[in-house]
């Protein structure tokens, strides 16, 4: 079925449809709470609290169309939040436990997530969302409240950054 | 490589990336019986079940287990009356937020009973009882067959999401679900009565846990032999399943000590008159029985505001020891319109020399504003009270929500803010059998208020011509002053 329909029946407390629409989205949720935590665990306790929090404000869902930016917005506060708070308390970034084909690959995986991890969060938001999960300007302009105009300057910004950081460790490996 | 192309390898990463489908699944619904519970207060008016708010509970329970252990320690005498009655300190624990039934324990005031009925695998004991002519506790033990206990472990650890969404009979919340106290010649003795607190699992899952019932009689008691009848239900009724009874009925005489209590209520006569924001609040009376405290307290008809209820009161004597209103239980009482009943944990025992009463606010309303009107259609609010504390209204899975604007006080008060009553524009009168009051934690999208809570009732079923009427029972609007009364 689709989103449009789930959530009306959602709305209308179907639990059911309620939780047919967090499953046809939940590839992507997970993706986005991997590419914030870079572990399963964390990821999956994301989709748990993402979850809920939709389910408490699925009535504020205005316009059923939005659903699924809507949805990947909560994750993105969520993630942003945790970070935040974990922040404190952490030091070390983390490395994802992917398995990259080959060493060589591995290694550029690890500086990208790295250098990713060191944005500043409006930046990584929507490197994350634009390179990660592959979302239209359009979408992320959506899914996180902004002007598309917003989303392109800090695109560029956040790659012009990224450049910086892969730039300078290069450096550092060539000497 | 330019740092698109690297980003685009890790993209290429994340989309081949296994995912753990089994497990999204299950935190998908982790998270929607997270949701679920968090829908605190949900509370049946139709019965007169009573429970407490887990989540409060819990963050008292260490200090207040700490104190029964030092009285232990302290008094020899208690100790060899905690052998006199099998199981004691299961039972102290059952009221350790009152302290006024803990230390009528402490003082012997409690009776031992010992007497049980056995059908279908479920024994059911009384086996002690806290009485005066107000108010009767009796503490008992449910013990489960083998086999029954099994069921239970079973039912308990399929998830709640799950057992919602099938209409098999589940025997997880197996409790006395059905009371009746009936006097020596049969008849149905007057009172209202709580039973079932909630069971902590891992005491449910070892077959056999204690529990109380109270029963507030609406006349003072006068003979001594009661038959208890109790019908056990299989599990708390929810949307949709009914609740389900055990065929039996556990029947259960009890013998009770009337001249443990005879002529133990002292009366002390108040007659004072408070005044905040021209409002005539009178105390005009206290009488203390060894189980509660009850002021009563009387509002003058020429008052402008409807009083819903006081912040913060509390009995306080010379040394600084409080004594606070009944948290679990029968709060107050109200014999007339402008007439209350309020009931305080019991100090009979401790007997202080001087005793005030304080309180530093209380919750009203003008009687002009107590009317809520609802166009539930469009969700919009037509008539609300002038400070608008009622932000919004919307149709949500819970029922019709109020989004209202809370004090930084309120963080854990979760105001019941309606009458279940309401009527439609055709003046029907509807009545809802469920409210519900949450903390409403926006997810952070942009100038959202703070301190918002949601709450509000599910209609009940069937038509209705809107909008509909509401009326307001609390309010998290205040009138302060600073009162402190001398009551002894």
Same mark, same amino acid.
């Given at each position: 079925m689709h989103d449009e329909q789930l959530v009306i029946q959602a709305k209308n407390g179907d639990d059911d449809a309620f939780y047919e629409f967090i499953q046809n989205h939940k590839a992507s949720l997970y993706r986005i709470a991997y590419a914030y935590f870079k572990n399963e665990q964390d990821a999956l306790e994301a989709i748990q609290e993402v979850t809920c929090r939709a389910y408490h404000h699925i009535h504020k869902l205005k316009q059923p169309q939005f659903a699924a930016t809507w949805l990947t917005r909560i994750? #993105?506060?969520?993630? !942003?939040?945790?970070?935040? %708070?974990?922040?404190?308390?952490? #030091?070390?970034?983390?490395?994802?436990?992917?398995?990259?084909?080959?060493?060589?690959?591995?290694? *550029?995986?690890?500086?990208?997530?790295?250098?990713?991890?060191?944005?500043?969060?409006?930046?990584?938001?929507?490197? #994350?969302? %634009?390179?990660?999960?592959?979302?239209?300007i359009k979408d992320i302009a959506q899914a996180l409240n902004q002007p598309e105009g917003t989303v392109k300057t800090r695109l560029n910004k956040g790659l012009r950054l990224l450049r910086r950081a892969l730039g300078e460790k290069g450096g550092e490996r060539n000497a | 490589m330019r740092e698109e192309e690297k980003l685009q390898k890790v993209k290429e990463h994340y989309q081949r990336m296994d995912i753990p489908d089994a497990a999204i699944d299950d935190a998908i619904k982790k998270g929607m019986e997270q949701a679920s519970a968090q829908r605190r207060l949900r509370r049946s008016f139709s019965s007169r079940r009573i429970r407490f708010n887990l989540k409060w509970t819990s963050t008292v329970v260490a200090a207040m287990i700490l104190i029964f252990v030092m009285m232990i320690r302290v008094s020899p005498v208690f100790a060899s009356y905690v052998s006199y009655i099998p199981g004691l300190e299961k039972f102290v624990e059952l009221v350790r937020f009152d302290k006024g039934l803990t230390s009528a324990i402490e003082n012997e005031f409690m009776q031992p009973v010992g007497v049980f009925d056995e059908h279908e695998g479920i024994k059911i004991t009384i086996d002690s009882a806290i009485v005066d002519e107000q108010q009767m506790v009796l503490f008992y033990t449910m013990e489960l067959s083998d086999e029954l206990r099994d069921r239970v472990i079973q039912d308990m650890e399929r998830s709640s999401f799950e057992a919602e969404r099938t209409a098999e009979t589940r025997f997880d919340q197996l409790e006395v679900g059905k009371v009746q106290l009936l006097d020596e010649h049969g008849e149905s003795v007057m009172a209202s009565m709580q039973f079932s607190s909630p069971v902590p699992d891992e005491e449910r899952k070892k077959g056999k846990w204690v529990n109380e019932m109270r029963f507030y009689f609406h006349e003072a008691l006068d003979s001594g032999q009661y038959t208890l009848q109790i019908w056990v239900q299989k599990h708390d009724p929810q949307p949709g399943i009914e609740r389900e009874f055990f065929d039996s009925t556990w029947i259960i005489p009890i013998q009770i000590d009337t001249s443990k209590f005879a002529g133990m209520k002292e009366t002390y006569e108040l007659n004072e008159t408070v005044t905040i924001?021209? *409002?005539?609040?009178?105390?005009?009376?206290?009488?203390?029985?060894?189980?509660?405290?009850?002021?009563?307290?009387?509002? !003058?008809?020429?008052?402008?505001?409807? #009083?819903?209820?006081?912040?913060?009161?509390?009995?306080?004597?010379? %040394?600084?020891? %409080?004594?606070?209103?009944?948290v679990n239980g029968v709060t107050a009482t109200m014999p007339g319109e402008n007439e209350w009943i309020i009931y305080?944990?019991?100090?009979?025992?401790?007997?202080?020399?001087?005793?005030?009463? *304080?309180?530093?606010?209380?919750?009203?309303?003008?009687?002009?504003?107590? *009317?809520?009107?609802?166009?539930v259609e469009n969700e919009r609010i037509l008539k609300a009270p002038k400070d608008g504390r009622i932000k919004k209204v919307a149709n949500t899975g819970m029922g019709l929500s109020f989004f209202v604007k809370m004090d930084d006080r309120d963080e854990h008060m979760y105001l019941n803010i309606f009458e279940h009553k309401y009527r439609d524009a055709d003046g029907n009168e509807l009545e809802s059998n469920s409210a519900f009051a949450t903390n409403y934690d926006d997810f952070g999208s942009e100038g959202e208020e703070s301190n918002l809570k949601q709450i509000g009732l599910v209609l009940a079923d069937g038509e209705f011509t809107n909008p509909l009427t509401f009326t307001l029972n609390d309010y998290p609007h205040r009138l302060d002053k600073s009162i402190r009364l001398k009551v002894r």
């Amino acid at each position: 079925m689709h989103d449009e329909q789930l959530v009306i029946q959602a709305k209308n407390g179907d639990d059911d449809a309620f939780y047919e629409f967090i499953q046809n989205h939940k590839a992507s949720l997970y993706r986005i709470a991997y590419a914030y935590f870079k572990n399963e665990q964390d990821a999956l306790e994301a989709i748990q609290e993402v979850t809920c929090r939709a389910y408490h404000h699925i009535h504020k869902l205005k316009q059923p169309q939005f659903a699924a930016t809507w949805l990947t917005r909560i994750m #993105i506060n969520y993630c !942003a939040d945790e970070r935040r %708070k974990r922040r404190r308390v952490q #030091i070390h970034a983390e490395v994802s436990d992917l398995q990259p084909v080959t060493d060589r690959d591995r290694y *550029q995986m690890i500086e990208v997530e790295q250098a990713v991890d060191q944005l500043n969060e409006k930046y990584r938001q929507v490197i #994350i969302l %634009k390179y990660f999960e592959d979302l239209k300007i359009k979408d992320i302009a959506q899914a996180l409240n902004q002007p598309e105009g917003t989303v392109k300057t800090r695109l560029n910004k956040g790659l012009r950054l990224l450049r910086r950081a892969l730039g300078e460790k290069g450096g550092e490996r060539n000497a | 490589m330019r740092e698109e192309e690297k980003l685009q390898k890790v993209k290429e990463h994340y989309q081949r990336m296994d995912i753990p489908d089994a497990a999204i699944d299950d935190a998908i619904k982790k998270g929607m019986e997270q949701a679920s519970a968090q829908r605190r207060l949900r509370r049946s008016f139709s019965s007169r079940r009573i429970r407490f708010n887990l989540k409060w509970t819990s963050t008292v329970v260490a200090a207040m287990i700490l104190i029964f252990v030092m009285m232990i320690r302290v008094s020899p005498v208690f100790a060899s009356y905690v052998s006199y009655i099998p199981g004691l300190e299961k039972f102290v624990e059952l009221v350790r937020f009152d302290k006024g039934l803990t230390s009528a324990i402490e003082n012997e005031f409690m009776q031992p009973v010992g007497v049980f009925d056995e059908h279908e695998g479920i024994k059911i004991t009384i086996d002690s009882a806290i009485v005066d002519e107000q108010q009767m506790v009796l503490f008992y033990t449910m013990e489960l067959s083998d086999e029954l206990r099994d069921r239970v472990i079973q039912d308990m650890e399929r998830s709640s999401f799950e057992a919602e969404r099938t209409a098999e009979t589940r025997f997880d919340q197996l409790e006395v679900g059905k009371v009746q106290l009936l006097d020596e010649h049969g008849e149905s003795v007057m009172a209202s009565m709580q039973f079932s607190s909630p069971v902590p699992d891992e005491e449910r899952k070892k077959g056999k846990w204690v529990n109380e019932m109270r029963f507030y009689f609406h006349e003072a008691l006068d003979s001594g032999q009661y038959t208890l009848q109790i019908w056990v239900q299989k599990h708390d009724p929810q949307p949709g399943i009914e609740r389900e009874f055990f065929d039996s009925t556990w029947i259960i005489p009890i013998q009770i000590d009337t001249s443990k209590f005879a002529g133990m209520k002292e009366t002390y006569e108040l007659n004072e008159t408070v005044t905040i924001e021209r *409002q005539k609040i009178t105390f005009s009376r206290m009488e203390v029985f060894p189980t509660r405290i009850g002021i009563h307290v009387k509002f !003058a008809e020429e008052n402008t505001h409807r #009083i819903f209820g006081f912040d913060d009161l509390e009995l306080v004597d010379d %040394k600084g020891e %409080k004594w606070g209103t009944i948290v679990n239980g029968v709060t107050a009482t109200m014999p007339g319109e402008n007439e209350w009943i309020i009931y305080f944990e019991s100090n009979y025992f401790s007997r202080p020399e001087s005793l005030y009463l *304080q309180f530093s606010s209380v919750r009203a309303l003008p009687k002009d504003q107590l *009317q809520v009107v609802v166009d539930v259609e469009n969700e919009r609010i037509l008539k609300a009270p002038k400070d608008g504390r009622i932000k919004k209204v919307a149709n949500t899975g819970m029922g019709l929500s109020f989004f209202v604007k809370m004090d930084d006080r309120d963080e854990h008060m979760y105001l019941n803010i309606f009458e279940h009553k309401y009527r439609d524009a055709d003046g029907n009168e509807l009545e809802s059998n469920s409210a519900f009051a949450t903390n409403y934690d926006d997810f952070g999208s942009e100038g959202e208020e703070s301190n918002l809570k949601q709450i509000g009732l599910v209609l009940a079923d069937g038509e209705f011509t809107n909008p509909l009427t509401f009326t307001l029972n609390d309010y998290p609007h205040r009138l302060d002053k600073s009162i402190r009364l001398k009551v002894r």
